[in-house]
Every structure is written in C-alpha cells, then in structure tokens.
C-alpha cells in the first residue's frame, strides 16, 4: 500500500511544484480557493429569503430526481466497464507484486479526489442555491457529506453489479434491464396521478416528495439524508445516513476481498477512458466506443478557410444526425414539458426556458469542435488569415445551436401560440449566448493553455459567466419592462451578445495563428 | 522458468489466441514473430496477468496471477504509459517500493547512464518524447532484475543508440539467467539475438524455429513468410 500512497503524494506534491512555476496560473487558483472560502461564509450568513425560496416540496422534489437521475445512470454505465484507473496504472500496478484490492481501494480514492474537486467548483452556486431552495444553516456541510456518499456508493455498487454481471453472459441485459424497470415502477405512479388530476407539475412534485420513498431502499435513504438540507438534521436523517454508510462499507469489504478478476474489465475501460480524453482533449465526443461513421456523398467545394468549416461538417454527417444531438431533443421534450405543465403565461414559459437552458449551456462543458482543429496542425499551415480560420472551426458549432433553438423554441413556441418575431429573436438570443460561451472558452485557452483552461473552464463559466449573462442580460429586462416589448428586449439581448462574442473572437483570435498559444 | 500450457483467450467471438502451449528456460532469449494481429500482445498480456483466459500460465512453478510470480517477472507493454506528475526518478523510487527492492541505487543509475536517461532524472513523465518514455519502461522492468521479462515491441520509437544498448541488455539478462520473451514483427531487429522463435499466425504457434536448426542467413525470413502466406 506504501507504493500507491508514494504515487499520490508525489502526484499532488510535483503538481503544486509545476503550479509554483506559473504563477498567473497559481494566482488563479488561488482566487478560486479564496472565492470558495468566501462563498462558504457568505452562504453560512445568508437567511433564506422567504420570497425567493421554493417551496419546501418541489426542492425534496428535485432532490429524489436528481438521486433517481445519478443512481439509474450511474448503475447503468458502470455495466459497461468504466475505469478508475490510467494506462499508465495498468502498466505499472497491474503487473507489481501488490494486492488487488489495494490497487482497487488506490483507482476509488483517485476518482473520489476527481468528484470532489468537480463539487468544489460547482459549489461556488451555493449562495445562490442556499436563497433559492431555502436550505437551513449548516445544510452545506450536509449537501457535501451526501454527494460524497451517493457518488462513492454508486460507484462501489455499480463495481458489485458489473463483478457479479461477469460470471455469467447474459447477466449484464439482465441487469440493466432491472435497473430500468425499477425506475419505470418508481415513476409509475406520477402518470398515473397525471391522468386524475390532469396536472403533471403538481402530480411530479407530489409524488417525489411523499414520505412513501423511505421504504424504496437506497433511493428513500438518500433522499432522507438530502432532505435533511430544509428539514434539519434530526434522527431520521442519522438513520438513513447510517444505513448508507453501512452499505457502502459492506460493498468496499466485499469487493476487497473478493476474488474478482478484474483486471482485464479494468484494461478495456482504462482503453476506452485513454480514447475518451484524447477525444475529449480534441474536443470530440466521448462515444468513442459506438462511434460509427456512414458513408456519405459529400464533395467539399468551398476553399481557403471554409474548407475547415465544410469537413466539420461532412463529420457530422457521418456520425448520423448531423446538426441535431440528443441533447437538443432533450431540451425539446423538456420544452414541451413546460410548456404543458407550468400555469404561466405563455411568453413567460418561453423566457424561462431561454434562462434554464442558457444556465445549463454554461454548467455543461462542451467541447467545440475548433479545439479538434487546435490539435492537428492543419489548422496553422492553411494560408488564410487566422480570424477567417477561427470562424470556419467555431461555424458549425454555432450552426448547432441555431439548428437546436429553432427545434426547441420554435416548436414550443408555436405550441405556446407565442408571437413569430418572439419566437425569432428568443432564437437569436439562445445562439449569441451560445456565441459568447464559445469564444470566451477561446479565451481561456489564450490565457491559460490547453491543460489549465479544460481544468479552470467550468469554474469560469459559472463564476464569470453570470456576469457575461448580466450585460445582455439586464438591458433587457429594462427594455421589456418599460415597452413590454418582449420581441424588443430579446433583440437587444442578441445584439449585445452578438457584439460581446465578435469582441473575443477578436482576442482569442491567437490561438489560431500560434500553435504555442494553444 | 516460464511455462504456458494450452492456453485459449477470446474477445467477445473472435478467437485471439487457441490453444498456446510453450515453455522458455532459464537463460533463453525467446521470439513471438508474427504478423499484425497474430495474437502476439494477447499472449504477452495473458501472462503478464492483465488478460482473463483458459489453461495455465506458471512462472517459477507459481501461477502468474500470485504475487509470488509476480515479484519475478517484468513486463514492458507496446506503448509506453507513464505517470504524469511523476518525475523520472520517481518512476523508479515506486518501482523499488511496490518490489521492495534494496540497495537498487548503483543498478538505477547504470541503466540510466546506458538510456541517456541521466540528465533527466527530475523530468515529469508527461514532459518525457514518446522515445525517452519507452526508455524508461524499460530502466523500470530491469530494475528488479527479473527472472522472467516479457518485451512487447521494445524497439518502437527507440533511437539507433538505445536499439543498440537494448539488444546488448537482452544478452546480459540472457547471461544473468533471465527468460526473455520478445514479441515483434520486425524480423530484422532480432537478428543475431534469439535462441528459439515462436512464428504466431491467426491466434497460433505456426511454426518453431530453434538457432541450432538455422543454417542460412534467410532461413528465418523464408520460414516466415512460408507459414504466414506472405511473400518476400
């Protein structure tokens, strides 16, 4: 065990000795760190404004949804042998004289650092989170203990899952299949609720936060423990946090001792894992492994810098859908959704669509096709000029957007009975935003190369964002609120947008023409 | 030393190796040649543990997967992974304390000296060329002077000095009582070294060669494209 430990000290020590070396870099991570202490007294000060916070349901709502959410995923995937480990752990411990389920306890604590870390950013919302969903005083420190929890035991359980689903072909359908059944039966009973009372929202809000969970195993203790964030921490919550620590402990100690051969499981996912990064440091997808290109009857006709533009997009037509992603159909039937269910008016609905999907864009972080380019060295050699080249990697992406905001807000829209030139301008709004997150990732990888800006990108896009959100944002507001002019304001919004994302093309414009940049 | 009996791995339904039986003895230097997708790695894989597969695989008489065997072998993969935020010399100091190595300090820095590896010695795994992480894969599998090694491509991304320095390696862990197992397609770069060839095609031992039997110098060539349906 002394040699996996050697591996994580010097790991953390010699990442801190390069920091040290770059100091903009440091400076900024230290920002962050001291963002993140402030955040956690800020949060601590701050009462639940009474008009703000939601109602104490629908937040126990959105906590058994968001637990159904990561356990059904996260069961699911782990079936199909994802990884702990790098290559370079398959190389090195695989084949030393040291003890499997060391090595396994090794991958867990790695992988557990990298959650943590992700929730350290994210938690930079908190404030936010604290005024809207009413959490107690001390919630925080609740919240953390019970993400921590639900990651490890969902981590822990999926490995039982995919051991057991090993020793004999055909367990893993089996598996799956339960899985998915389960969670149909969970939800069975808000459609059938809907049917009665015709009122999908209040039928969801009323089925994930009625006390009948406790008796679903797992999904009921977490959501006990969660809940404790509005209830307080009473023995109810003790109770359930115990049941969860006594399972996931059950699970290490049995997966610790068993004789599961899983290295060749942990080989192929450590392959796929290795494939993923690149992929993703690419700015790929991460389906790597379904992944299948069709033969498509494409001529690329355009020439000079368009020509990148025209194979970006002879790709996506070989992936199969082209400009329409599962996301897209996502955000539609979420769209629909709303627009059914949520008693409002129904421009409002739309305009509340626009900010959930607009705070989803800069939590979700996408990897653009221009980074793909940045990597091949094409992309320099083109004799065209960089802001020409920039444009033609950074199109399609754009194009994207504008596909996946005519889809969703035009088909909601109309459903909504709203307004054509609303629904035209909502559009323009959804893509410039898109714009402005596009070359502002640009921008960061300018100022910070390859490696920090994918590290530092999701803590920019949710602290910086807000701000860049807020300066089209806000004159918006006023214009909408002294005209009642919606279609008015939204334009006002896309042009300032519009106008913000040709200002950071301008400065992130480097990257295209200086591979040392990049 | 290394002993691998009638062992049979599939992927999924493609048959990758069927039923590979071999011994290597103390002191031999062993070739897997084959052409691309023979099976070579797989086999290699299997008995450096990483791979699930049916029959046996012993090292020393003790099955592969124990500890016990694998305190005696090395295995130096075809593509060579290192630890990012590990400095060169750390790679080894972990080396030392996952084997439990004493007194290594003298043999590290020979072999560094030997792979131009000496002045980089504070160098992270990830500022190393792909060259200079294959040299030190190899400076990590010979740290423990092992009694078996298994080599998978060794020579990819080498230079003409360190293809050099490993063939005279491969001879002195020959000299030292190692079983070495080199895999490789690249017929000429174990010339002059081997003393048994394995010829794998479609997931079998085509065909074995022993020195003793070889008279001419082309005799491996002919043998290899004879067996694997090739032509010169």
Known sequence: MSSLIFILRRSLINNIKELLKKPGILIVYVIIGLLMITSAIVSGRTEPAEHIALDPNIVKAIFTGYILFICTFSLAASLGGGSYFRMADVNFLFTAPLNAGSILIYGFVKQMAANILVMAFISLQYPNWKRMFGFLNGAGWLLIFAYILLIAFTSLLGMVLYSWALRKPGRKKIIRSLIYAAIILILLPIPVQTIRTGDLLKSTVDWLSSGDFKYVPVIGWFSAVFQGAVTGIDRNVLLNASYLLIASVTAFIYLYRMDTDYFEDALSGTELKEAMLTSVREGKTTAVSIRRYRKVNYRIRLEGSMAIFQKQMLEKRKTGIWLVSARSLLFLAGGLIAAFALPLENVLILTILLGVYAYFMMIITMAGPWEGELSSHYIYLIPAPPLNKMFASTLPGILKLLVEGTLIFGITGIVLKVHPLVILTIIGVYVSTGGVFTYFDIILRRLFGRMHSNNLRVFFRIFLSFVLLAVAAVPASIIIALTQNYALGFLAAAIINTFLSFLFMLLGVGVFSNPELS | ?232
């Open chain 2, 1 to 232: 030393m290394l002993k691998v009996s009638k062992v049979i791995k599939y992927y999924g339904k493609l048959l990758a190796v069927d039923e590979i039986s071999f011994e290597i003895n103390k002191g031999e230097i062993c070739i897997l040649l084959g052409p691309n997708g023979a099976g070579k790695s797989t086999i290699l894989k299997c008995i450096a543990g990483l791979l699930r597969y049916e029959g046996s695989i012993y090292i020393e008489g003790h099955p592969n997967k124990s500890i016990e065997a694998k305190r005696l072998f090395s295995y130096v993969p075809e593509t060579p992974a290192l630890y990012d935020a590990l400095t060169v010399e750390e790679h080894m100091q972990f080396i030392a304390k996952a084997y439990r190595l004493k007194d290594y300090e003298e043999y590290k820095s020979e072999i560094f000296e030997r792979f131009d590896l000496s002045d980089k010695t504070e160098k992270l795994g990830r500022e190393l060329s792909k060259g200079m992480q294959q040299k030190l894969s190899i400076c990590t599998s010979v740290l423990t002077r092992p009694s078996v090694i298994l080599f998978d491509e060794p020579m990819m991304g080498l230079d003409p000095k360190a293809i050099k320095e490993l063939k005279k390696l491969f001879l002195e862990l020959k000299e030292a009582g190692c079983a070495v197992l080199i895999s490789t397609h690249i017929i000429d770069s174990i010339k002059d070294i081997w003393d048994r060839i394995f010829i794998m095609h479609k997931g079998k031992i085509a065909s074995t060669m022993d020195r003793s039997e070889v008279t001419g110098d082309n005799e491996v060539e002919e043998r290899f494209f004879a067996v694997t349906g090739g032509t010169r």
